[in-house]
Nanobody, 124 residues
């Protein structure tokens, strides 16, 4: 089992930045590939970013490429999502997820463990 807890969400103006954190406990964090997903009101959950278990390989949704950066610190059992140049359309609940695999995935079905989510609201 892996327990995940997100933090760092909040209200920010368009063009601003936030850094989300996801602290993991339980099974070996360094053997988990991690992902960030988001869900806006009335919309399906969508992929945002993913990172391999040693952080060498990352994936991004086209909508966030160049603005968001995913990273991890295996010594702290934490994965981060640095979000810059935020837009109102980035408003959503952001979830981190873990899968016991080498590489991340863009499919939410590939992840067995999920956090409770943190709200990000971007005002125009």
């Amino acid at each position: 089992q892996v327990q995940l807890e997100e933090s760092g969400g909040g209200l920010v103006q368009a063009g601003g930045s936030l850094r989300l954190s996801c602290a993991a406990s339980g099974r070996s964090f360094s053997r988990q590939a991690m992902g960030w997903f988001r869900q806006a009101p009335g919309k399906e959950r969508e992929f945002v970013a993913a990172i391999s278990w040693i952080g060498a390989i990352t994936y991004y949704a086209d909508s966030v490429k160049g603005r968001f950066t995913i990273s991890r610190d295996n010594g702290k059992n934490t994965v981060y999502l640095q979000m810059n140049s935020l837009k109102p359309e980035d408003t959503a609940v952001y979830y981190c997820a873990a899968r016991t695999a080498n590489s991340g995935s863009k499919s939410s079905d590939e992840y067995a463990y999920w956090g409770q989510g943190t709200q990000v609201t971007v005002s125009s």
